[in-house]
């Protein structure tokens, strides 16, 4: 049918009219009978459209595989939902499962220094209606070198209370310090790529590391440091049961590697490792990797608190010698890990500790590291005159003995910062001992007890108030009194030496809190000097102190004779070094000259019809110059001792006088007197 024409507009009316008509009797239609549901919906639910999330924006390295993780929800229950990736922009590439919620790419190919930005879209529909989403990918050129960095740490078993064994069940994580690191080739194992230093808090880092490339962490036990300050520590095994051992300090040094890893295209800020203890349910069932690295942070402890007060100092190399098979035993072999005890060997500047899980570890006894330390300290930094030996907790010790064991315990709660002296047994038992240095009083107080010693040094340095511990005077004097006057003192180096150079070094109010602490302890403090020659009484046992007073006897040097005895009274198993078992004798030389020094046991003792038995006296004595041995009368020669001493200045000497009977192991018969008497004379020749 022809339309109207108006102008250039043509309209064909009756084709308008009758598809308006067509409409309105198609509604009329769809209405009867019914509810007016709305187009698209049914059951008179109207439809709603569904949510798009293309997921977060990425940032990738050209040529890997990018997946898109898109997802869609739909409010209406029953709806099926499709999804369309497409790209909106940037470097076109191809879209694999781009139908999927979830599809990929591979990223291309771009200049280096200028990252290119895709930008895609995700389209979700129910059928009806539809939502996007759109995501960035920011595509960068590959690294080809990256940097590998973490935290590494050590498992540490914290005892019980009261010091009863360990518990394992609450090991604490601390960081390896000051450690070596080393990043490992992870094919070989062998071939070292690079080298640094964990810091105090154990993180490390290795930089221009290739990338994708297979690596491992490796960290040994060793502080190794150059310049000022310095030092250099070591944890190795000693036990080495071959025909033919290498030297001690050729041994096996403790190390820890974990399992390779790949270093990918990117830096890895998070590659953490953990030395563990190797404890399983009741026992050890691992590797014990976490041992030496417990060890080694305990001695930088001890090297950071020194540093503390002198931070030029340059420290001996020390070793310490850990294994599982150290174990208690008489006799001793280092090399079989057979040893008396834990010690420090001052002719080896090293510290050997136990580790045999069945009968005594270490490793996790801070205290006990640092007490053997604290002997290193005193050896390589002060001055040590201790003649060494089996001790206990209250005994009564010969002077020397009694400050060196005192100051090591002192160091180590002043380093560790804790009183409470723990050393553990049995691993996984209730063994085991402690003792609070600030207030430990086992024994007879005075100068010949150990802890006597400790409590009155760690009390010096302390805040905590305590009885007549109300004051503190820091470590500061006590270091430098030790690395000062106590090193190069005429006297054999005691407690008196050390409070008396201590003292000089204080103003009135502090010099009176020192005297205050001493007096605790029993000493006395009016006209203390370096010989104790103030000590004219033990309060502790006035009828059980024969040989003890004076501490120093005047040795004349003109050939007069003295009479001076030694006694076992307070030995019971031939240690040979408690209270009244050396005497010590001092004389001084006005010139240039050489001396004979005799020694005669004037003390019967009768030959016994053992012949195995040593039945007869051997005097023993050894002449110093503050810290120099100058002449040595050892022979095994029977009731006498002598010895031709070189020509000797113009200076003060010191001596000590032994009865060897009294620390022989084989022992003497049971009526061995334990008394012996000696005439002294020394003669210029």
Not at 539 to 560: C, E, I
Not at 562 to 569: E, F
Not at 646 to 675: H, V
């Amino acid at each position: 049918m022809p339309g109207v024409t108006l102008g250039n507009m043509t309209f064909d009316k009756t084709l308008k009219n009758l598809t308006l008509a067509a409409a309105l009797l198609a509604l009329a239609a769809c209405s009867s009978g019914g509810s007016d549901a709305p187009a698209g919906g049914g059951g008179g639910v109207q439809n709603s459209a569904p949510s798009a999330s293309a997921g977060p924006d990425q940032s990738v390295v050209e040529l890997s595989t990018v997946t898109l993780s898109g997802s869609g929800t739909d409010p209406d229950t029953g709806d099926t939902l499709s999804y369309t990736w497409r790209q909106l922009s940037g470097v076109s590439v191809s879209i694999t499962n781009s139908s999927s919620a979830t599809a990929s790419f591979t990223a291309p190919d771009v200049a280096t220094g200028v990252p290119e930005v895709l930008a895609f879209r995700l389209s979700v529909s129910d059928g009806s209606l539809t939502s996007t989403d759109d995501v960035a990918i920011t595509v960068s050129e590959a690294q080809s070198r990256i940097t590998v960095s973490g935290v590494v740490s050590y498992e540490f078993v914290p005892p019980n209370n009261q010091c009863r064994g360990l518990n394992f069940n609450a090991i604490e994580t601390r960081p390896i310090r000051a450690a070596t690191v080393q990043l490992i080739d992870g094919s070989d194992d062998t071939t070292v790529l690079a080298t640094t230093t964990a810091d105090d808090n154990g993180n490390y880092a290795f930089g221009n590391v290739a990338a994708d490339t297979d690596v491992r962490i490796r960290v040994r036990a060793e502080l190794k440091r150059s310049g000022v300050p310095a030092w250099d520590v070591e944890v190795r095994d000693n036990v080495d049961t071959s025909a033919s051992p290498p030297p001690l300090a050729e041994r096996p040094l403790y190390v820890v590697q974990w399992a390779p890893f790949n270093t990918g295209s990117s830096d890895i800020s998070d590659a953490d490792f953990t030395a563990t203890t190797g404890w399983g349910t009741n026992s050890y069932t691992g590797t014990r990797s976490a041992a030496p690295f417990a060890i080694l942070d305990a001695i930088y402890s001890g090297i950071q608190a020194i540093i503390a007060e002198r931070p030029t100092e340059v420290f001996a190399p020390l070793d310490a010698f850990w294994s599982v098979n150290n174990t208690l035993t008489s006799p001793t072999d280092i090399d079989a890990g057979e040893l008396g005890t834990s010690f420090y060997s001052g002719g080896q500047d090293s510290l050997f500790l136990l580790g045999d899980a069945d009968v005594d570890t270490e490793e996790f006894d801070d205290h006990v590291t640092m007490h053997e330390w604290g002997h290193y300290f005193e050896d390589n930094f002060s001055r040590s005159d201790s003649v060494g030996g089996s001790h206990a907790i209250g005994e009564s010790l010969d002077a020397r003995v009694a400050f060196g064991e005192g100051w090591a315990t002192a160091l180590s709660g002043i380093v560790l910062q804790e009183p409470q002296y723990c050393d553990t047994a049995v691993a996984g038992t209730s063994s085991g001992f402690g003792l609070n240095i600030e207030t430990e009083d086992r024994g007879h107080q005075g100068w010949f007890n150990e802890m006597s010693v400790a409590t009155f040094i760690y009390d010096l340095w302390d805040t905590d108030v305590d009885g007549t511990d109300t004051g503190s005077i820091g470590f500061g004097p006590i270091f430098d009194t030790m690395v000062g006057p106590q090193s190069a003192t005429p006297a054999f180096t005691t407690l008196f030496s050390f409070a008396t150079e201590l003292r000089s070094m204080l103003g009135p109010t502090e010099r009176a809190f020192v005297d205050s602490q001493l007096a605790r302890e029993d000493i006395v403090t009016t006209g203390i000097d370096i010989w104790g020659s103030n000590q004219d009484t033990i309060a502790a046992f006035p009828n059980q102190s024969r040989d003890v007073l004076p501490l120093y006897t005047t040795l004349p040097t003109d050939g007069t004779a003295i009479n001076i005895c030694t006694n076992s009274d307070f030995d019971s198993g031939r240690d040979g070094n408690k209270l009244a078992e050396y005497r010590y004798l001092t004389f001084t030389t006005t010139g240039a000259a050489q001396y004979d020094v005799v020694v005669t046991t004037t003390t019967p003792t009768p030959v016994t019809a053992d012949p195995d038995d040593r039945d007869q006296s051997d005097p023993d004595i050894v002449i110093f110059r503050r810290d120099q041995v100058v002449a040595i009368g050892l022979s095994a020669d029977e009731n006498s001792e002598t010895v031709t001493t070189p020509t000797l200045p113009a200076d003060t000497y010191i001596a000590s006088l032994q009865e060897w009977r009294f620390e022989d192991e084989e022992g003497a018969p049971a009526s061995y007197p334990e008394q012996i008497c000696f005439d002294v004379s020394m003669t210029p020749r």
